[in-house]
Structures are given as structure tokens and as C-alpha cells.
């Protein structure tokens, strides 16, 4: 309530009761309107939750959010279904006191899932309890799914509609740890099972066994996967996702084995399912008109097997009535309308049963096994919301009957709970109107003239009772009735819109049209002695449960629907009546299932009939605001100063103090015994709008004397901190004084020491000294070293290091050297190699080698005025030899015969040495490969060099050896020698001799 003060100019109020205009619908949808849109579907009444389906996920109910709530009083955080839970759960600990909490709306508004969140809360508070009690809440939580499957189908206005009402009390100990739960169920709308209007489906097991069950499953019940080849599931043309569908069914299962079905059990609750798809599919043939047969056997034979019943008996049973006259026993045909009306029964009331087995078994699973001391309950109630459709039947009048119990019960509590504070506290009771429906409720229920009465007494009667003649008999003890009109008894205006076999109930809600036709058989539901006999034969455990020999035996007849409804609806009110309610309203904001979609005409409607009006005129009946005076007082305090910043005396003098101090008088308050009663709204609005801005100035004051008292608490600690420091850092570093003076007295005595021995042989004393010597040397070399291969300077050494000096010099001048090739650029590195080639061939052997060191080698000895021919010349050596040139000089050839000169160009590639005539056009004169080649040079300082075959050639051309002048002939051969991977026959002569061709 505090924050919906807080934050009431925001997104609307959190409390209906807080509306100016409360008698106002339109004030009041609008409210709903503004928080819908914004995200806020929880909205209060009070102590009443009113729940606004979204259609989409909002991410408000993990188990974060469940922590938020747990513990807290509900008007302490934003409106929530967890509040609400946890409101009850604290209530029910703390006074021993049973809560029931009632879930009503109508298809599509959410309650199913209300009840989830509420199992949800109790599954994640009693998480981190023991193993039994966990194992307890995960049975809860698992009942669900195997309810929803068998009770639940998709509707025109809900895809998980439950077709059936269910209530289950689940028991505590005394700290408030679940230990048990029941269950039960009002009126399963079993009729779905064989007929469901356009754009509905069947119960949603029939779908997922056929999407989610393995083909050797569906093999052994003879089932297609395909639910069009099935009556019961083809009818409305509304196909299902089969990829959901099987998701769904694996967690129907998955929870049948927590819940602790057994495999055996599971198998024949399967094969009942597949058993009812079956009968649906069973055809007869007529005979002669009164008397028909099963058309298609093999359908009979499929349930035979899927059953264990004869199949003989199946077709007897299904075509063929015995009715029992006194002592007379007599089998009659039936006909192909009855044959069909008697497999549709059948289907009905075998679903109708395996679901009341169900919840047997859930029941039986969720007993209690330990002790038997009962301790406290919480009741949920979710059942179906008051229904009004097109074409309305017996189905729907159950359940708005239900609607009107339950309104009228809800009507009582809340007057009642009013009405008893009011009381306790001692404010005058301001009388509400509202509309009580308790007539309506009586019309239906009152013995003998009501219209469960009336519709028993026909079915009952003999001789030939039909719709019409119920209908004509109610009309006559109904007629004047104010909330009953039937076509026979209405005015000319409403005659036009009720036929003649309806009839009209003016409900709480509003007026229903309800159809009669089907309320007898309905009501009777009557199924044939030999079915019951040909289901008893049956192999099937559940069938055999369900079916059992003694109801055969019976000669009683059976109560109708409608007072077994009727009664169990007595025990409800009876169970409800016994516990405190919680109420949670759901509404749904739309009929085609959107989100953001907000219909106010349908929205008005469903407050209309929820009594959301009524409930808030019940609850602003004299006060808007009520409050204890402490939590009052401990708010609000601030204002008075009388009562802050605390008061000495009663809550209820300072809560009247600080009234007056406001200026408020008895018309605008009024004070309980334990409470406040504010009348109208705009009053606690000027107190909360007074508190707002009394806060900003408390805010500052509190500010600034916390902030004074920490700086000055602060400091006090800084300073006994900073004494206690400094005492300790003094003695700390007389100590490290000291002892560093006594360490560097022994530094010193030592040193000197070794300084005097320092040539002798190293010992304990001067090791310390020579080390430092050493370092010291090692630290002035390294400052000291050459950074050029040349430089020739190197620090002198002291005796203790002179071993390491001769170490180091070649080793530094190798690191020199390695550092100086490895920055040669790859050139400059070549022409070295071609050097250290060049040494080896000629040092010491060649008198000017010297002078040729000296020079750097080049690929190409030509001149400028030789680049013109340079090309020509290549090319003229590539058609000969096609390899790469890798060196070319000019050389000058001396003739064998008068040793002319003539100049030619030497050209050396991989395989060869050509000799070329290039004064014209390139011609090539002479040839050799380097692989027979002998090179004879002089070892004077000449330029002499003979080219020689090292083994003649069979050829009559051959020319003979070459003698050439080349002015760089150590560069020449050397070339040759590493084009040839030094093969080339190098042979340097002493001194000069006449060489033979």
C-alpha cells in the first residue's frame, strides 16, 4: 500500500480502493487499462488480487522474485500472485489457521497458470527442506501435467481450457513444509471426448499419444500417428503442432514416473486412450430398421486387443440392450442411432472414469506416509469461469451454476470479513448495496420446485419424458420467476430471441440462453448394463478398477449429474466456508488471445459478473485506507513533532496527534481499536504527499549529522591509527639503522681484509674482495669493449682476471665478426664467398693476387659502349647452350700461328665457356664445357690463361686449345671455378714454358 502511495501519479493505483471515483466502472477499467499497458497485470482490491492475462512472458516469477516475496507483508512490495501465496502461507503458520485460496475467471483468463505460480512458490520456499518434504512438493508440481493432459483441450478462446474443476488441499506441519495433498474434481466435460464445436480439439492426451509415442507403442494399440484417421480427433479440422505435441507427451510421462506410475500402469492407461480412438471409429450397418450390426470388425477387433476383451462380446454389447423386467431378463436390438448413442456412452463414461482413476492414484501418491497428526491446510481452487456462448447446453448450465455458489460465497466472506472488523473495531457499519444471488442460486437448488429438482423428477418419472417436457414443466413452476423466461412465458420483445426449446436464466453475470436439448440424457447418463459386463471382462487393471464386478450387483438407480454436482458443490462451499479465503480474479483482455490487446467492452463484462464492483464498494464502504496504528504511526511519525522522533505513549494518542497536527478532524478519520480508518482517498493522499517532502528534509538533516559523526569518528581512528603506527615505524627503523651499521662493519672489515691478500690464492677472507674485483673488471669491459672488427684496444686485466681476459678477447672478436656478415647485404656476401674461393685457389700460388684481393668482384667486366651488343650476344649463347649467363668479360685471343691478337667476349654459363667474335654480329668462335675444361695460368704477375680440353673430342673440327689475355683472369677462373662446383682443372705453372696446342 505504501509504494502504491508512492507511485500513484505514475502508472495508476496498485489499489483499486485509492480510486477517487470508486463507483465509477469506467474509472475503474480505465486503471486496468494504464497498467496492462505497462506491464503490471497485478492489480489489488484490497486484500482481493486482480489478475489480468498478458499472453505473453514477462519474466516476474523466477525464483529471484520468489525470494523478493517470501516473508514480507503483501502491501510492502507491488501487487503479485506471490504475495498473495505468501500471505496465506504466514497466516496459516502463524495462526494455525486453514487458508483456501479461490481462483475464478472465466476460459482464457489465466487460472490454470495462476495455480502453476502458486505450486511454483511453494516448490522453490520448501526447496533447501528435507528429502521427504522435497519429494512431497515435486509429486505436487508433477500432478499437474497429468491433469492438464487428461483434463485440459484447446478451445476457441484458450489453448490449455480446463474442461473440469479441480480443488486441492494441500497439508503443512507446523513450520509450514508441505506433507501431503488431495485433490478433487467437479464435473469433467466428457461430452468433448466425442463432439467439439469448429475450431476446437479433443482432451490433449488423444493428441500427444499419437505425436509423441514411439511407432512400436503406436504398433502395439494399433494407432496411426495421423489423428485425422480418428473421429473423435478430426471433427473440428484443427491441426495441432505435432512437434509440441511430442515435446508435451514426453513430460506427461516424465511426471507419471515422478508422481510413481508404474510402467505397467502407464501401458494401460495408454491403451484405455487408444481403446476410446478406436470406438470412435466403429460403423454400423443397418439391418432391417430396427436392428443393425458392427460394419467394420477389424475396428472391434482392435479394441478386443487393446483391452483383452472378447471381440464377440465388444460387437454384442454395441448392438444390443438387456433390460431386466422383475424376473424377466430380455435382450432387445438396437438400432443404428442407438447402436451409436450406446458406443458414444461408452466412450464418455470410460474416459469420465479413468479420469476420476487418476486423481485416485494421484491421490494415493500424494498421501501422507509418515505420521498421521493432522496440522494445517491450503486450499486451491481453480474451476472453470462462467461460460456464455453461442449455442449453450447442459455442460454450460453446471458450470454457471457453480459460478453463482461460488459468487455467492464470495459475496458472504467478504461482507462477513468487512462486517466482523468493522465490529472489532468499533466503526459504525454503512450498509452496501449490492446483488445478493442468492435467489438465483435457490431458483436452481431449492427442493421440489428447483431446477435440479424438476430436472431429476422428469428424468426419473416413467412413461415418455423428453427435453420439451421438462422444458414445458419448468416453465410452469418457473413462470414467474424474475431471473427465468422461456419462450411460452416471455413478452412479445423477448419471445423474438428464445426459441421454443430454450430457456433463459438472468445470472449474476448476466443472461444465459441455454438450450434443452440433451439435458435429459445428460443428466441421465445412463450406460448400458452389457457395456459395464463387457468392460468387467476386461484384462486391462485400470478397467477392472474402474469397472468393477459390484456395480453390476447394484439394483439402485444411479443419482443424476446434476445432484451429484449439486452435492459436490454443497461439500465444496462447506470445505471453503471452514478456511480463511485469498481471492485471486483473473481477467482476459481479449478474445483472440493477443498481447497489448486491450478490450474494455469485454474487460466491463468480466468485472460485471466477478462482482469487482461490488466488492470495491464493499471494501470503500465508509474508509478508503485502514491501517494498524504502529506500522501507521512508525510511517507518518515524522510530521508531528509530538511524535518524532518517538513518541512516549499509546500508538493510538500519537496516530491522533499527528492527525490534528495536520489538520484533519473527525470527518476525514476515523479511530478503531487497533486501526486507522481514513474515509477518503485525497486524505492519505495530503499525508503521503506531506511524508514525500518531509523526507527530502529529514534526508539532508540525517545526511549531514552522519556525515559529521563518520569524519569525526573517521579521524578519531586515524589518529589513534597514526600514534600506534608511528611507534611502531620508529622502533621499526632503529632497528633496521642498527643493524645495518653493524652489517656494514662487517662489509667493511672484510673488504679490507681481502684487499690485502688479493694476490695471494683465493681463501674465505679475499673471495668476497676478488668477486667484487672481478665484477668490477667485467662492468668496466663492458663499457670499455671494441665496437669496430678493426679497433685493436682491449682493457687491461687484473691478475684475478686475466684467465678471463684470454677467454674473452677471441670470443668477442668472433661475436664482432658474426655480427659484421650477418648485416652484409646479400650481394656484398656473395663477392665475399667468391673472395674466400678466390684465396683458396690462388693465395700464395699467383704472384698478383694481392692486387687483385684488393678489388671487388663484379657478374660483368663490359663497359658502356658493350651494352649495345649485349643482348645479341646472349641470345647467340642461348640458341647453343639454354642456360642462365652468369659471367662475361672481354678477353683478347692470340692466334696458335703468328699469335695475332684478337679481341673476343668470354661468356660463362653452367654448362659452358663460349668464346665470341662481336665486331659485326655475335659469332661464336670457340666452345667449352665445363665439365673437360683445363685452366693453365702462370704464377708471375701476368694475365695469361690457356683453356684447354682435359680429354680431346672425336671431332674433326675441333680447333685445339685456347690461349687468352684477360686483365682479370684470378676473377675469371674463380668464377669458373664456382659456376663448375670447383670441377674445372685449375693448373698454375712456376714459370713460363712454351705450351703445345
Known sequence: MERALEHRHTIGVEDFVLLEDYQSQEAFVDNMRKRFNADLIYTYIGPVLVSVNPYKELGIYGEKRVNEYRGVNYYELP??????????????????????????????????EASKKILQYIGVVCSRTGRDVQSVRDRLIQSNPVLEAFGNAKTVRNDNSSRFGKYMDVEFNFVGEPTSGHIRNYLLEKSRVVTQAPGECNFHIFHLLLAGASDELLKDLCLERDPRAFDYTKQSGHMRNNMHDSDQYNTVINSMEIVGFGSGEQRDVQAIVAAILHLGNIRFEDINGTSCKVENNEVAQRISKVLGVPVADVQQALTHRTIEAQSDVVTTTLGVEQSAYARDALSKAVYDRLFSWLVRRLNTSLASHGQATRHTLLGILDIYGFEVFKSNGFEQFCINYCNEKLQQLFIELTLKSEQEEYLAEGITWVPVEYFNNKIICDMIERKHTGLVSLLDEECLRPGDATDLTFLNKMTQALRTHAHYVAHESADNKARKTIGRDEFRLMHYAGDVTYKVKGFMDKNNDLLYRDLKEVMAKSTNKIVQDIFPPTELQGKKMPETVSTQFKKSLDQLMTILMSKEPS???????????????????????????????????????????????????????????????KHRGRPSQGVDKLMKHLGFNSEHYSMGKTKIFIRLPKTIFDVEDAFQARKHELVTLITKIWRGR?????????????????????????????EKRRWAVGVVRKFITGFMTRNGPVTDMNRRFVAVVRREWLLRLSRALPKKLLEKKWPKAPPPCLEADKLLRPMHRTWLMRKYVHKLPAPKKYMFEQKVLAEKLFKGKKASYPQTIAQPFRQSRLTAEHESMKGAVFAAVTKVDNSEVKYVTPVTKYDRHGYKPRQRWLVATKQGVYVLDVHDKPKLKDRFTLNNLQLTMTSVSDQLLLLKKQQAEQNGKEKGDLILICPHVIELVTKLAEISAEKVAIDIVSESRSVGA
Open 583 to 645: 481471492y485471486i480474479r483473473c481477467i482476459k483482455p481479449n478474445d483472440v488471445k493477443q498481447s497489448r490487446n486491450f478490450d474494455s467492452e469485454i474487460i466491463s463484462h468480466q468485472v460485471k459478473y466477478l462482482g469487482l464492483m461490488e466488492n470495491l464498494r464493499v471494501r470503500r464502504a465508509g474508509f478508503a485506507y485502514r491501517r494498524p496504528f504502529e506500522p501507521f504511526l512508525e510511517r507518518y511519525k515524522s510530521l508531528c513533532p509530538d511524535t518524532w522522533p
Open 79 to 112: 501487487p503479485h500472485i506471490f504475495a498473495v501465496i505468501n500471505g496465506a502461507l504466514t497466516s496459516m503458520v502463524e495462526e494455525t489457521r486453514d487458508q483456501c485460496i479461490l481462483i475464478s475467471g472465466e476460459s482464457g483468463s489465466g487460472k490454470t
Open 710 to 738: 563518520r569524519q569525526r569518528l573517521k579521524y578519531q581512528e586515524m589518529r589513534k591509527s597514526a600514534i600506534i603506527i608511528e611507534s611502531y615505524m620508529r622502533r621499526h627503523l632503529a632497528k633496521k639503522e642498527a
